[in-house]
């Protein structure tokens, strides 16, 4: 597989090890909420990696079975890109008054660029299916990479 699929999973066991770590009840709902967020995420993230397999690989047939793969899961793309920004939602809205905001707190601060991240993601997915072109696949693409590095520091505060 893909580099990025193997990122995804360390992504997704460090977040689920700072839950556990942060939290004292184990695994708290905001936490549950957010990892589970987290996972739709980078379930939709693995669509940049099957696509960049595709283009790495010089088997015709592995490349049409990475293809007939892709063309299943690109149904659910949209619709688990808004379960994740509802999920996420209510993950900050738990934060929010679990923890009251304070500017001065990194990880929230962190948190909120990462969500206005996500959102700038599904806004251009959603442009995107509306009329796709070339700068509007660029930028979802690169809202991707700018999201998912967020995430990442968000996560490691």
Avoid: C
């Avoid at 689920?16 to 905001?30: A, E, N, R, V, Y």
Wanted: glycine residues 6%; without cysteine; hydrophobic residues 55%.
């Amino acid at each position: 597989m893909n580099k990025w699929f193997y990122l995804n999973i360390l992504v997704l066991i460090l977040a689920i090890w700072q839950g556990i770590k942060d939290s004292p009840t184990f695994l708290s709902l905001p936490i549950i909420f957010g990892i589970v967020g987290l996972l739709a995420i980078l379930l939709n993230w693995n669509m940049h990696s099957l696509f960049s397999e595709i283009r790495r690989e010089k088997k015709r047939e592995r490349k049409i079975k990475i293809a007939k793969i892709a063309r299943k899961i690109m149904p659910y793309h949209m619709t688990i890109g808004l379960m994740a920004l509802l999920l996420i939602t209510i993950h900050v809205s738990l934060i929010f008054t679990e923890y009251a905001f304070n500017w001065q707190h990194t990880k929230m601060v962190s948190g909120l660029l990462a969500l206005l991240a996500l959102f700038a993601q599904v806004i251009s997915g959603w442009m995107r299916r509306r009329r796709a072109t070339g700068k509007r696949r660029r930028v979802h693409l690169r809202l991707g990479f700018v999201l998912f590095f967020s995430i990442v520091v968000h996560i490691l505060l």
